[in-house]
């Protein structure tokens, strides 16, 4: 039986995303006021900047992979404009709906797609753009995501990647005390639910960093890949470009 991590635990490998589906249908609901409380709003400047770094524009098509309620794709809509497309995705059925939800809420109608990343339905060399913000780190096989996200990107295509990462030495201590000790509780308070925002905390700590992440998506098929290191290292912004 092959294993892998889910946070610190170890799993059999083909169980994990049913232990990731069980955090995010817990946590569904109240994901977006639990993103504003627990990064204090800087996660809507973490996406801004990745759509300002995107190069998107009007006609491209985009690929928003792991795109929960929907925000960022909502945001590249708006550059894409009535020629373009953009297609939310997400593995989890209850992230996906609420999004969509959310969206039809604000009167946008987006092509939405249950899917999981490492089999992605889609074309070879159909996006200009493709996307996951705070996803990769929840996949089982990222070598394999990696690997769909470049054929579903046409030559010259940009894969942006936003995840949380290695925060920089003289940070590392306050943001221990606070992913381990904070997060939980305002996870328990919010949420109802301390366990999934430990499982986040842990999630982080076992994600590639900086260069390990830039090193597999080389390794993908990315000839150039840029990292943009935001907030100390709380998160980083990794940019491939498809041969």
């Known amino acids: 039986m092959s294993t892998t991590h889910f946070g610190f635990k170890q799993v059999d490998e083909t169980k994990k995303a049913q232990h990731v589906r069980g955090v995010f249908d817990s946590v569904a609901n109240k994901y977006d006021i639990m993103n504003d409380l627990m990064?204090?709003?800087?996660?809507?400047?973490?996406?801004?900047?990745?759509?300002?770094?995107?190069?998107?524009?009007?006609?491209?098509?985009?690929?928003?992979?792991?795109?929960?309620?929907?925000?960022?794709?909502?945001?590249?809509?708006?550059?894409?404009?009535?020629?373009g497309t953009v297609v939310h995705t997400d593995i989890n059925e209850a992230m996906l709906s609420t999004g969509r939800d959310r969206l039809l809420n604000s009167g946008i109608a987006l092509p939405t797609t249950l899917c999981d990343a490492e089999k992605l339905p889609f074309p070879t060399d159909t996006f200009d753009i493709v996307t996951v913000a705070f996803g990769l780190r929840n996949m089982t096989h990222k070598d394999i995501a990696l690997k769909e996200m470049c054929r579903v990107l046409k030559p010259g295509g940009r894969l942006l990647v936003l995840e949380f990462s290695k925060v920089a030495k003289p940070l590392e201590?306050?943001?221990?005390?606070?992913?381990?000790?904070?997060?939980?509780?305002?996870?328990?308070?919010?949420?109802?639910?301390?366990?999934?925002?430990?499982?986040?905390?842990?999630?982080?700590?076992?994600?590639?960093?900086?260069?390990?992440?830039?090193?597999?998506?080389?390794?993908?098929?990315?000839?150039?890949?840029?990292?943009?290191?935001?907030?100390?290292?709380?998160?980083?912004?990794?940019?491939?470009?498809?041969?």
Request: some cysteine; proline content about 2%; charged content about 20%.
């Open 39 to 83: 990064s204090m709003g800087l996660h809507r400047i973490w996406k801004a900047y990745t759509i300002a770094a995107s190069g998107v524009r009007e006609g491209h098509k985009v690929l928003d992979i792991a795109g929960g309620t929907g925000d960022l794709s909502e945001a590249f809509l708006k550059r894409v404009g009535t020629s």
């Open 173 to 243: 201590k306050a943001y221990d005390w606070y992913s381990f000790k904070i997060l939980p509780k305002l996870g328990q308070l919010v949420a109802g639910d301390a366990e999934s925002y430990q499982y986040l905390a842990e999630s982080i700590r076992m994600h590639p960093d900086q260069a390990t992440l830039k090193a597999m998506m080389k390794e993908a098929g990315f000839g150039h890949v840029d990292v943009h290191n935001m907030t100390g290292g709380v998160v980083a912004l990794h940019l491939g470009i498809k041969c």
